[in-house]
C-alpha cells in the first residue's frame, strides 16, 4: 500500500524529541555531588520509562502511517482518434495561437463586445454562484488538512453536587451528605494518527473535489461567455437586417408613388397599385416583427452582465465582427483543454479516493491524549501543585460488529467511482463530437455561403434589368414584385448565414476549450 498524498500537504504531527526532554524537576541546574535526585515515581514506572515508551508508540504510529489503503489512482481509457475527421483543411493549433491566451472573444476584433465580456465576468450572478461553491470546495481542502494536526481545548468550569449517604439514619445522613463545590481548569491536546490513510484519502477526495469545483468554475464562465458573445453577434446581424428592411421600404415606398402616378395617368391598373401597397406592408411587417427579437437578445446581455434590463441599452452600430480563423488543436489536446471534461476526471479522482476512506473504517483508529489541569472546592488554592492533575494515553478503536455497514459503503463506493468513469468517457465523447459537429457545420455553411452571395449577385442583377424594362414600359408591375421579392429573400437569407456561422464558430470555440488553459489555483495555502 502506497501513500498517495502530495508532497506538499502537512505532515500530519511534528513529534518532539521526548527522550532528551528533561524529565526530573532539577534539569538544567548544576549537579549536586553529594545527593541525586530522584525521579518521581508512577506506580510501578517512571516518568522517564513512560515517557520512553510514549515515544516509542508515536513513533510506530507515525511509521505505520505511511499505509494508505485503497487504489492509487488511474485515468481510465478512453476512445481517444488520432485526428478529427472534419480536420482537414483547418488550421493546427499552435502555443502562439491566440486562441490559447484566454481572451478568445477578442479574435472578433470587436472593442464593445471586449467591454461587455469583461462586465460578465465580474458581475454575472451565475458565475459568482460557481466562485462561491468553489469557495466552499477550497474550505473543505483547508478543513480536511487540519484533521492533520493535533487538537487543543481549554475547558474552565465550576460544578455543585450532592449525594446521598445511602443510611436511613437520619443523624448519620445530616453529618455525612452535604453540597460539594468543585472548581476545574483542564488543557487537553488530542491527535489521530492517520495510520491506514483515511485522512490522507480524505484529502486526496477533498482537492481532486476542489479541481473539479474549479474545472466547473471555468465551464460555467466559458458558458456564459459563449452565450453572451452568441447574442451579441446575432443582434449586429439583425440590426444590418434591421438596415435592408429600411433600405428595402424606401425602394418600395417609391415603387409604389410611381405605380399611384402611373394609375392616376391611365398607365397601370388598378391591380399594379394593391402589388406595391402588399409588398411595402409585408415588408413593414417584417422590420416591425424584428423590433422584439433585438429586444430580447438586448434583455438577455443585460441579465449576462448582471444588470437589469431596463438600466441596460445597446446601440445600433453598423459594423458585423468578422468571421475569425480559428486553429483547431488535436483529440489529445482537447481533454487538457475543456473544462467540463477535467471536471469529469477530477470526480473520477475524488470517488477513487473514497474507496480508500470506506476501506479505511475496517482498521483500528490510533489516537493519543493528553489532558491535565487543576482542581479545587475553593478559588484561594486553586492554581496550585496540590490540585494539579494530568493524563496521558493511546486509544485504540475498532468496531467488531455493524451489521454490514462498513461493506455496503465500500461497495456504494465502488459503484460510485463506475459511475464517474462511465460519466467521465461519455463526457469526452459528447466533447469529440460537438467539436466534428460545430467543424463540419461551417465548412457546409461556408460552401453555402458561396453559392448564396452567387445567387444574391444574380438576384441583383435581374432587379436592376426589370426595373428598366418596367420603366421602359416592356413588362408589368406583377413582374417587378415578383423579382423584388426574389432579391430581397437571397439579401436576408446571406444575412442569415453570416448570424449562423459566425454563432457556429462561437460554439466551435466553446467546443474546444475556449480559452481555459486548466491553471486556475485549485486550493488555498494555509
Not at 130 to 151: D, I, K, M, N
Not at 244 to 265: G, K
Request: charged share 20%; with cysteine.
Amino acid at each position: 500500500m502506497t501513500d498517495s498524498i502530495n508532497a506538499n500537504a502537512p505532515h500530519p504531527v511534528a513529534v518532539a524529541d521526548l527522550h532528551n526532554a528533561p524529565c526530573s524537576a532539577g534539569a538544567g541546574l548544576p549537579a549536586k555531588k553529594t545527593r541525586t535526585p530522584r525521579v518521581p515515581r508512577l506506580g510501578a514506572f517512571s516518568l522517564t520509562t513512560f515517557a520512553s515508551k510514549l515515544a516509542l508508540t508515536m513513533g510506530l504510529a507515525l511509521l505505520l502511517s505511511a499505509c494508505a489503503v485503497g487504489p492509487d489512482y488511474k485515468r481510465p481509457e478512453v476512445v481517444e482518434p488520432a485526428q478529427f475527421k472534419e480536420a482537414q483543411g483547418w488550421r493546427q493549433a499552435t502555443p502562439s495561437d491566440s486562441l490559447a491566451r484566454g481572451a478568445w472573444w477578442e479574435l472578433y476584433g470587436d472593442r464593445q463586445l471586449n467591454d461587455l465580456v469583461l462586465r460578465l465576468n465580474n458581475s454575472n450572478q451565475t458565475v459568482a454562484q460557481a466562485e462561491a461553491r468553489f469557495r466552499q470546495a477550497q474550505a473543505l481542502v483547508r478543513s480536511s488538512r487540519g484533521a492533520f494536526y493535533p487538537t487543543v481545548d481549554l475547558s474552565a468550569g465550576k460544578t455543585r453536587a450532592s449525594q446521598g449517604t445511602g443510611s436511613s439514619n437520619a443523624s448519620l445522613s445530616s453529618s455525612s451528605s452535604g453540597i460539594r463545590d468543585t472548581l476545574n481548569a483542564q488543557l487537553g491536546v488530542s491527535w489521530e494518527a492517520d495510520i491506514w490513510g483515511k485522512l490522507r484519502r480524505g484529502l486526496e477526495a477533498n482537492e481532486a473535489s476542489a479541481e473539479a469545483s474549479s474545472a466547473d468554475l471555468a465551464a460555467m464562465r466559458l458558458s456564459q461567455q459563449s452565450e453572451l458573445v452568441q447574442s451579441y453577434l446575432q443582434l449586429r446581424v439583425m440590426d444590418e437586417q434591421t438596415r435592408l428592411l429600411q433600405a428595402t421600404l424606401e425602394t418600395y415606398q417609391r415603387s409604389l408613388q410611381m405605380t399611384e402616378n402611373q394609375y392616376r395617368a391611365g398607365v397601370s391598373g388598378k391591380d399594379a397599385v394593391a402589388q406595391a401597397q402588399t409588398q411595402l406592408k409585408t415588408t413593414q411587417a417584417s422590420l416591425i416583427d424584428l423590433i422584439w427579437q433585438r429586444a430580447q437578445l438586448e434583455n438577455a446581455i443585460a441579465v449576462l452582465i448582471g444588470e437589469a434590463p431596463a438600466n441596460f441599452n445597446l446601440a445600433v452600430s453598423k459594423d458585423i465582427p468578422a468571421l475569425p480563423q480559428i486553429p483547431v488543436s488535436l483529440p489529445s489536446q482537447l481533454l487538457e483543454r475543456r473544462p467540463d471534461i477535467a471536471s469529469a476526471e477530477r470526480s473520477v479522482i475524488a470517488a477513487n479516493a473514497n474507496i480508500g476512506v470506506a476501506k479505511a473504517a475496517y482498521y483500528p483508529d490510533l489516537s493519543l491524549s493528553l489532558a491535565g489541569g487543576y482542581s479545587s472546592s475553593t478559588y484561594a488554592d486553586w492554581i496550585s501543585l496540590p490540585n494539579r492533575f494530568w493524563s496521558v494515553g493511546p486509544k485504540l478503536a475498532m468496531t467488531l460488529f455493524d451489521g454490514g455497514q462498513r461493506s455496503a459503503e465500500v461497495d456504494r463506493s465502488v459503484a460510485s467511482y463506475d459511475e464517474t468513469v462511465a460519466k467521465y468517457r461519455q463526457t469526452v465523447l459528447d466533447g469529440f463530437r460537438e467539436v466534428e459537429n460545430y467543424m463540419v457545420q461551417l465548412k457546409v455553411l461556408e460552401d453555402e455561403a458561396v453559392v448564396s452571395n452567387e445567387a444574391l449577385d444574380a438576384a441583383r442583377e435581374s432587379l436592376r434589368l426589370t426595373q428598366n424594362q418596367y420603366k421602359a414600359g416592356l413588362i408589368a408591375y406583377l413582374d417587378v414584385v415578383t423579382v423584388q421579392a426574389t432579391a430581397l429573400s437571397n439579401e436576408r437569407t446571406v444575412l442569415t448565414l453570416l448570424q449562423t456561422r459566425l454563432v457556429a464558430s462561437v460554439q466551435l470555440i466553446a467546443a474546444l476549450g475556449g480559452g481555459w488553459d486548466g491553471q486556475t489555483p485549485i486550493a488555498e495555502k494555509d
